[in-house]
């Protein structure tokens, strides 16, 4: 059984090369942005708390995170293990959960803050399936529709210099006492994310011992 946590600021592409790893080794992906979305979408009784927090350019409450991750990982549907992505996000929260579970790893995919901001305001999302898109790496057959549903492509809200500004700052902060936790623990493989999707995926691979 595998178990992995990625770690990356958002547009760092850690989302895409844990489903590439999810599909090689028959994992669970459970990715918190994924749910969050999927809570907006469904209106569930938390979406309009969520969407708030985002739009506002900040990083959902840990307590909420925490809560949605406990509840994805006691279905226990992962046979084979699972690639966490999104998750810790505090130094509680990685000690816990390094109390209940064993990892064997946590990639870090690291890319600079100024290569994030040009990956994400250039993002489009796909309103009916949640594809994204990237129309300058990954542009959409037609443009402003999506090539696997044809839905609307669409930049959401919180893609704003402003509001990344805002995450980035956020994100630094919160992350590096987590990886510090890790790194105690000697768990921590950081992979450069600058460079084409399949070249991380196989540095990865390689990192964790995975063929």
Not at 41 to 53: D, F, P, V
Not at 135 to 153: A, F, N, T
Request: aromatic residues 6%.
């Amino acid at each position: 059984m595998h178990k992995y946590v990625f770690m990356g600021v958002q547009g760092s592409g850690k989302g895409t090369q844990a489903k590439l790893l999810e599909q090689h080794l028959d994992l669970a992906h459970i990715g918190v942005g994924d749910i969050l979305r999927w809570n907006i979408k469904n209106h569930t009784k938390l979406a309009a708390k969520i969407k708030r927090i985002l739009n506002a350019g900040k990083l959902v409450d840990d307590e909420i995170v925490e809560e949605i991750v406990q509840r994805r990982l006691q279905e226990h549907d992962w046979n084979f293990g699972f690639i966490l992505d999104g998750f810790p996000r505090n130094a509680n929260q990685a000690a816990f959960f390094l109390e209940s579970y064993d990892i064997d790893a946590v990639v870090h995919i690291v890319v600079p803050d100024e290569v994030i901001k040009k990956r994400v305001l250039a993002r489009r999302l796909c309103e009916d399936c949640g594809v994204d898109f990237n129309v300058i790496d990954h542009r959409p057959k037609i443009e402003g529709r999506c090539d696997i549903c044809g839905g609307k492509l669409i930049r959401r809200a919180d893609d704003t210099e402003e509001v990344l500004a805002n995450r980035l700052a956020e994100y630094h902060e919160k992350t590096k006492p987590v990886l510090e936790i890790f790194r105690r623990k000697e768990l921590v493989v950081e992979v450069d994310g600058t460079q084409a999707v399949d070249v991380v995926q196989a540095e990865i691979r390689k990192s964790i011992n995975i063929i």
